[in-house]
Each structure stands twice: as C-alpha cells, then as structure tokens.
C-alpha cells in the first residue's frame, strides 16, 4: 500500500479538510503545464501485468473499449506511461476483444448495449472513491490524473473534464456551452490550447463523453448515467445537466490534457430524452468580468502582497466576479501562472496577448471593474483603463503608499535627494488617488493619512488576508527565533542588516546556542554573512508552515516602511508570537504585552526575544492574542465586509 492511500485512509476518518489539505500537498510541486501531444505505444516487452495494482485505490479507470485491440492497447500505454504510481488506481476494461491473454491482470467486464450501460456496470464493481470515465480512442498526456483529481478535491467540483486536443495540438473541446437555439456548441474548437481564455479552470454547461471525472458518491447519488440517452455525448451531457441542478459545478480543466483521434461533435442537439431539460436547468447569472494588473506575476510564496491578492480572488470570485490577470510585462513565470489557472483565474500572456494596451483595447469593454495594483501601475495604466472600459470602475490599490515609506527612509537616511524624491513620489501618488474611482490601502495609519491630504478622494480599507491555522505545537514543543522576508524589499534587507549588527550579538552574549532561522529570496551579502552553526540562512523556502510550527518567536526589526507587514500576519495566524519595532506594527492593531512585544532600541530588543524565549506564560498569552486580532482584522471574513461594496 503507497504512503498516499495510507495517508488517505487516515485522513478519511479525520475530516474532509485535513483531507483537502494532503492531497494538495501531495499533488503540488508536479508540472502543471503539459508538453506538446505525444504519441504512446506499447513497447514489444510491455506486460499488462505491469500496471501497478492496489487492494484499495483511489482512482477507478473505467475504459470502454472497442473491438480494436491495436486502439486499447495504444490508450494502455499512454495510461502506463503518463498516470505513474504516485496515486493508487485501478484500471478496469469495459468490453473489448474477446480474447483475454493479452488483457491479465486487468478487470474486464463484459460488452454492455451502450456506453451509459457499461460505464453503469464498470462504476458498480469499481472499488475507488472517484471514477473517471475514458474513451480508448484518446491518449492522456503526462499528469493528467493528478490535474482531474486536485480539480475534484481544491474546487469541490462535481463533474470535470480535460481539454482534448488533435494530434497537432489544437483544441478539439474545451466542454459544451448553451447556445441562444438552444443547442449545445463545442467550445474553442480548432484553436490554440494556451489561448488564455482556454487556459484556465471554468464552469461549462456540459463536457465530451471522451473522459469525464467524478466522486463514486456522486455518481450513485445522481442514478448513473441515463441508458435511454441516443449516444455517448448525449448520455454525458445529460449527466452534467444532473450534475449542475444537484447545485454543483461542472468543470473544464485544461491543465488535463488528452489526444483524441475522434472530433468531438460540434453542435448537439439534446435528444428527446433530454429535452426537458432546456427549461428545467436555472441558468446562473452571467459573471461580471475583473482585471488586476500587477507588476509581476502572483509569487504568494515569495512576498506577501501576492499572498493578498491571490486570496482577495477567491472572494471576488464568492462576489460572481469572473477574474483576468496581467503582470505588467505580460511575464507567465511556472508554476505560478498554472497555479493561478488552476484556482479559475485568466492569466493573460505573451506571445497569445502582444501588450496591455492592445487588450484593452479590443476587450476592455467587458470589464467592469479594473484594479492597477501599486502606485507604477497606476501611472502605466489608469489612461488607458479608462479609455477602453467605459463601463469599468478604476480602483488603485496602493498595496502600501510607496511615498511614505520613502519619506520615512529619506528621514532615517538624512539625505536630501532622497527627501526630494519622496515629495516627488507623493505629488505622483496622490494624482493617481485624485483619478481613480476608488483607492485601497491597507493600513488605517494610511486611510488616516489620506483622510487629511485628500478629503474627497473615495479611500477604502482592504488589508491582508490569511487563513488562521492556529499554534499545532505547545511552547516546549518549540526553540529558536525567525525572520522571514524578501530581500528585494529594501525595508527587509535594512532590518536584518540593524539585526545583525545591534541585535543579534547582544542575544548570543546571554544565549549562545539560541537558534535563528532566516528565511527570504536573494539574501544580500551582508545578510549571508550571519550564517553559523546557530545561525541558518536558508534563501527562498517554497514550504514555510514547518518553520512556523519548530520556532518559538518571529522577530520583525524594521526600522521604516509603510502599509501592514506580512511577516507578522504570516506568525500571528499561526499563534507564533512576534518581537516587533513599533514601526513594523503599524495599523495591525497589536498592543505591547498582550498580542505582541514591542522594543526599538537593540537591547530592549534582545531582552525581549530571551524574556519570550524562556517564559512560557508569557508566550501563550501572546499567541492567544495575536490569534485573537487575526480573526478580528485580517480573516477572510474580515476581508468579506471590506469588498461588501463590490457585491
């Protein structure tokens, strides 16, 4: 039995979210993005006992097969070579030749009068928790099966589909969609897979019989798959009609990628079986459509106003918002641009898209609400934003005033072209606030702020967001202090170069062997040059949770800056209490002794870190408190009534 299944069954029993939770952790870090459509064969010395074989999978492959026995065989090897032995699955053949020599070792039913009747028979034997319905006719591409399953568990998804392509490597189906005559059209027929407006995770009305993907209670829930429907297609589509009126959603996921030799249908007409359908189904409302454009693709496990924006899309898709994204420079760096696909989200990018300007240009129309994220962006983009989206409400989402935290520096710094600068960036930023709709900020320090230089301007208050984990591990369970940051961040690479040379030797003189762990991308020189025995400079760490969980404080010694800080949010959700400069607190509504400790001069600072360091009291009370002001500010339902308005 694989380590999978076994963590599976566990997780079972546990609950549906730790559930959740290891099958994406499982499944992440795999090439989201298929290669070019291969062709696979059997080699001479291939063996059908060589599928792997489980007493308990998880996935049932229910292939119906044809009398072909060249076409089985062609869609065996791609099921070998592109499905793998990470997940446990059994493959289980419906129908096909009558000779079976060369089919041992695999389950094989007996040829049913219909597609529906066999996949009937084939799900009531199958012994996995989800089935996922196959034509021998196409070949899966590689993580194919990985990409269906995370869409059935991370979107809670009742029906998904691949994107089946040519053996040229056009799209043949991205699912079926409800035309105005009623009928069923085939969309993106014959165009590019990795258009953007086919390369993300979205709801259709209906999807090819070709391979289909769904819970087993589900399936039996619904009754099957309708054995009176004229074809395969039909009895599909009339299982995604049961799908979507049971209140879930049907998927079609082009991250799955299958070649199929067959063209699917382009236009169905539902039989008379189905037809009572057409007035039966709710239609949903038709989404409004959102662009967010940033400066650089969404890295949330690098910076922390990506980690903002990538859960500020997930309520406005709660708000029916349909979202397109675009780094400025049209960048779509992996895994990132899938991982934002994934989640639902349009990324648009080069070559498929030649600039911003040209998007809007010929689609600005469809918007209705346009956000240029930082003050940059503003200044590229507000123009044309309100040029070509005439129906769009321009929002500038300040992430933090960039103005501020240069002032703030230019005071630390005492240089006068720095002060010179900053007054030259407020005079910019403010003219951006002036022309846009709205304005964010994340911090009421700002909202304050703006309140007073631009009484009109419509300011509102969207900070960060996070999931509030909570502490997994007791105070004596935990050693060692933390910093985590980006190095690109100037404020990040100030604090721990004041840390280094202030702070930390004042900790090793009373606590010599007190472990530091440093974590953030690009490290200077000045930062690596802290590495020692007790001393860890670990660069970018895709995987951050565990440290969260070994330490036993977060230090936070910034010196200047402006907006929220995410290093403290990052801690404070997972009960990890923090040592922090009154400048890194800024607008996080933290107090001194009860959600934090505060200090500003370096030994104040290091006395702090060894007093929470060794009292346990102490640390429970500001963990419990900093969770405390998590929920109250900075929770996803927090963040809920801040976008109350966009609703």
Known sequence: MSAFLRAYQVLRVEGFGVLRKKILRRLRGTPRRPTKPQALYLPSDFRLQDFPHSDAPLVSLLLFCPREEAQILRCLAALRQCTGETLDYEVILLGGP???????????????????????????????????????????????????????VSQRAGLVGPALLDLGGRLQSAGYCFAADGALHNCGEGTDPDLPEYAYLQPVDALSSACLAIEKKRFQQLGGLNGRCASADQAAVELALRVRAAGARVCYQPLSRLVQSAMPPARLMLDPCLAHWKDRLPRPEKPRHLLVIDTYMLAPDRESGSLRMVNLFQLFQELGFQISFAAANLEAPEPYVSRLQGQGVEVLYRPQVRSIRQHLKAQGHRYAVVILSRADNAARFLALARRHCPRARIIFDTVDLHFLREMRLAALSGRKSAQRAAQKRKRQELKWIARADQTWVVSPVEKELLAREMPEASVRLVSNIHRISGSQRSFQARKGMLFIGAFAHPPNRDAMAWFGGEILPRIRAKAPDLPCWIIGADPPPAVRALASETCQILGHVPEVEPFFQRCRLSVAPLRYGAGVKGKIHQSLAHGLPVV?????????????????????????????????????????RLSQGGLAVMEAHFSFAAARRALSELG
Request: proline share 6%.
């Open 98 to 152: 009558e000779k079976r020599d060369r089919f041992v070792g695999l389950h094989r039913l007996p040829t049913a009068p219909s597609w529906a009747a066999a996949c009937n028979a084939g799900a009531a034997s199958a012994r996995g928790q989800y089935l996922v319905f196959l034509q021998t006719d196409a070949q899966v591409q590689p993580n194919w099966l990985p990409t269906l399953l995370e869409t059935l």
């Open 580 to 620: 922090a400069t009154s400048q890194a607190i800024e607008g996080m509504y933290l107090q001194d002794e009860e959600s934090v400790l505060v200090a500003d001069d370096p030994q104040e600072f290091a006395e702090a870190v060894l007093r929470l360091h060794t009292d346990p009291a102490l640390w429970e």
